[in-house]
């Protein structure tokens, strides 16, 4: 029997929709869906300056990775709004999906957190909200906060929060009852929250659906766990990675705090170290202050060994230019500026993907540590300078444990030694720079003196540690030129 021509099409069709998917096809599928990566952040913590590096951590690994979702496992009673506003920042440096699984409790700050993500589901018997900004005193306690204090800090709030509700599609109202105990919210005529009242919302509360069309209050669902949210997302099969806290987050939030004592310890001990002979304590204490500051931004995830490395570079071509290639002055100024640009770039919080040269908003935390170090580190080397050969100290930094000299007198000696000694500079000297006296080259200063490299001088003092010298032609100091014969009287 022959089959009409426009019945042909639809039993085909009827045939490859009746018809088993190829085996191979469904494997593909299966691959693709293992590929998917997952990462899961855990907020379950007060929300303190060292969950911020843990975050950070965590979304740089996923970026690093290029995850297609990013779950926050959230249990917390909230804490402090700068430290929220800077894990809200670092959030947004993940441009894949974001999701909240409010895994017992969101209160406060960790409310506001959720909101930084696109969904918020809750497991049962969960709840979030009561984010009202609090006062804590010192010791832990609670104190009301004076009315304009309050109102101040309320619109600052609300308004981060609630560009992160309208970035996400969050219902504002709720929103913001969950800050501002004045904000009356009805929906549908069913009272939401009375005036007076802080919002908060269990899961069911949340879940609910509310206007036409219907949309949840706030959570997307609720859910067991973990497991049944990655199933119902569509993600059952991804591989699924957990950023685990490792206690180094604390330690490198006690080192941060302390960023500006690390510079000025190790700009003042390096100095010290340059102006006394030898190796001792000064290097080992500025080398290790150095080593702490870098520490601290590896561990909280803002810079890797990269910036140390070159740190101790730019070291190495200062030191060159001081005692192997003195007046070069090309590698002074590329070894300084080195380490000047490592220790700025180690605290620039970078992300992947990022321009290469940073923003001045990344740039204005280390630039003012900088500064602050400068200023401090300045003010020590100049008390340092001027009494610390005077003490009984010095005399131990420059022992033979430090130095190779057997004691204060030893260097004391060498001095009467070289005082009067001629040689010729090493470099231009203006006023300081280095001189050749025989075999030994000195770290040298005239009395204001230009003097040109080549020009021979001579040792007629010491300042501190520098020996001061002036040019040969000029007749040595405290020489009497010979009298006259005097003329006898008549």
Same mark, same amino acid.
């Given at each position: 029997?022959?089959?009409?021509?426009?019945?042909?099409?639809?039993? @085909?069709?009827?045939?490859?929709?009746?018809?088993?998917?190829?085996?191979?096809?469904?494997? %593909?599928?299966?691959?693709?869906?293992?590929?998917?990566?997952?990462?899961?952040?855990?907020?379950?913590?007060?929300?303190?300056?060292?969950?911020?590096?843990?975050?950070?951590?965590?979304?740089?690994?996923?970026?690093?990775?290029?995850?297609?979702?990013? $779950?926050?496992?959230?249990?917390?009673?909230?804490?402090?709004?700068?430290?929220t506003e800077e894990i809200i920042r670092i959030l947004g440096q993940f441009k894949g999906r974001k999701v909240t699984l409010v895994n017992d409790r969101a209160f406060s700050a960790g409310a506001f957190i959720a909101v930084a993500t696109e969904q918020i589901y809750m497991v049962p018997?969960?709840?979030?909200?009561?984010?009202?900004?609090?006062?804590?005193?010192?010791?832990?306690?609670?104190?009301?906060?004076?009315?304009?204090?309050?109102?101040? @800090?309320?619109?600052?709030?609300? %308004?981060?929060?609630?560009?992160q509700a309208e970035k996400h599609g969050y219902n504002l109202d709720v929103i913001e009852a969950m800050i501002d105990r004045n904000r009356e919210v009805i929906i549908d005529g069913q009272v939401i929250n009375r005036k007076g009242d802080i919002l908060t919302l269990t899961d069911t509360?949340?879940?609910?659906?509310?206007?036409?069309?219907?949309?949840?209050?706030?959570?997307?669902?609720?859910?067991?766990?973990?497991?049944?949210?990655?199933e119902r997302l569509g993600f059952a099969e991804a591989r699924v990675t957990r950023i685990e806290p490792t206690g180094a987050e604390q330690l490198a939030f006690w080192i941060n705090s302390l960023n500006w004592l690390w510079l000025i310890l190790g700009a003042a001990g390096i100095y010290?170290?340059?102006?006394?002979?030898?190796?001792?304590?000064?290097?080992?204490?500025?080398?290790?202050?150095?080593?702490?500051?870098?520490?601290?931004?590896?561990?909280?995830?803002?810079?890797?060994?990269?910036?140390?490395?070159?740190?101790?570079?730019?070291?190495?071509?200062?030191?060159?230019?001081?005692?192997?290639?003195?007046?070069?002055? $090309?590698?002074?100024?590329?070894?300084?500026?080195?380490?000047?640009?490592?220790?700025? @770039? %180690?605290?620039?919080?970078?992300?992947?993907? @990022?321009? %290469?040269?940073?923003?001045?908003?990344?740039?204005?935390?280390?630039?003012?540590?900088?500064?602050?170090?400068?200023?401090?580190?300045?003010?020590?080397?100049?008390?340092?300078?001027?009494?610390?050969? #005077?003490?009984?100290?010095?005399?131990?930094?420059?022992?033979?444990?430090?130095?190779?000299?057997?004691?204060?007198?030893?260097?004391?000696?060498?001095?009467?030694?070289?005082?009067?000694?001629?040689?010729?500079?090493?470099?231009?000297? #203006?006023?300081?720079?280095?001189?050749?006296?025989?075999?030994? $080259?000195?770290?040298?200063?005239?009395?204001?003196?230009?003097?040109?490299?080549?020009?021979?001088?001579?040792?007629?003092?010491?300042?501190?540690?520098?020996?001061?010298?002036?040019?040969?032609?000029?007749?040595?100091?405290?020489?009497?030129?010979?009298?006259?014969?005097?003329?006898?009287?008549?």
């Open positions: 029997m022959k089959m009409p021509g426009r019945l042909f099409p639809w039993l @085909m069709l009827g045939l490859a929709v009746g018809a088993p998917v190829p085996q191979g096809m469904c494997a %593909a599928e299966s691959d693709e869906a293992s590929r998917r990566q997952v990462f899961v952040l855990p907020i379950r913590e007060d929300i303190m300056p060292p969950l911020t590096y843990l975050v950070r951590r965590g979304v740089k690994q996923a970026m690093d990775a290029r995850a297609d979702l990013l $779950v926050l496992d959230m249990k917390t009673d909230g804490g402090r709004v700068d430290v018997q969960s709840v979030i909200g009561a984010a009202a900004p609090i006062l804590m005193i010192p010791g832990g306690g609670v104190q009301d906060m004076p009315a304009t204090m309050e109102a101040k @800090m309320n619109s600052a709030i609300r %308004a981060l929060v609630r560009s509360e949340a879940a609910r659906k509310y206007g036409d069309p219907p949309k949840p209050l706030l959570s997307s669902g609720t859910v067991e766990n973990l497991e049944v949210l990655l010290l170290e340059l102006k006394t002979p030898g190796f001792g304590l000064p290097g080992i204490v500025g080398l290790a202050a150095v080593a702490l500051y870098f520490l601290g931004s590896y561990i909280a995830g803002l810079s890797g060994l990269e910036w140390p490395l070159l740190f101790v570079l730019g070291l190495v071509l200062v030191v060159l230019e001081l005692f192997l290639f003195p007046g070069t002055v $090309v590698l002074g100024l590329v070894g300084g500026l080195l380490m000047l640009v490592t220790v700025v @770039m %180690a605290m620039v919080d970078r992300y992947p993907g @990022m321009p %290469a040269l940073p923003t001045l908003p990344q740039l204005e935390t280390p630039l003012w540590d900088l500064f602050y170090a400068a200023v401090g580190a300045g003010v020590v080397i100049l008390i340092l300078g001027r009494f610390l050969p #005077h003490t009984p100290l010095y005399g131990i930094l420059v022992s033979r444990a430090a130095s190779g000299m057997e004691s204060l007198r030893e260097l004391s000696e060498q001095r009467r030694r070289l005082l009067g000694r001629e040689g010729v500079a090493l470099s231009a000297l #203006h006023p300081g720079g280095k001189a050749r006296f025989g075999e030994e $080259v000195l770290d040298v200063i005239t009395q204001g003196d230009l003097i040109e490299k080549g020009t021979p001088v001579r040792i007629v003092g010491y300042s501190a540690r520098e020996a001061v010298v002036e040019p040969v032609a000029t007749p040595p100091r405290n020489t009497v030129s010979p009298a006259a014969p005097a003329q006898r009287s008549a």
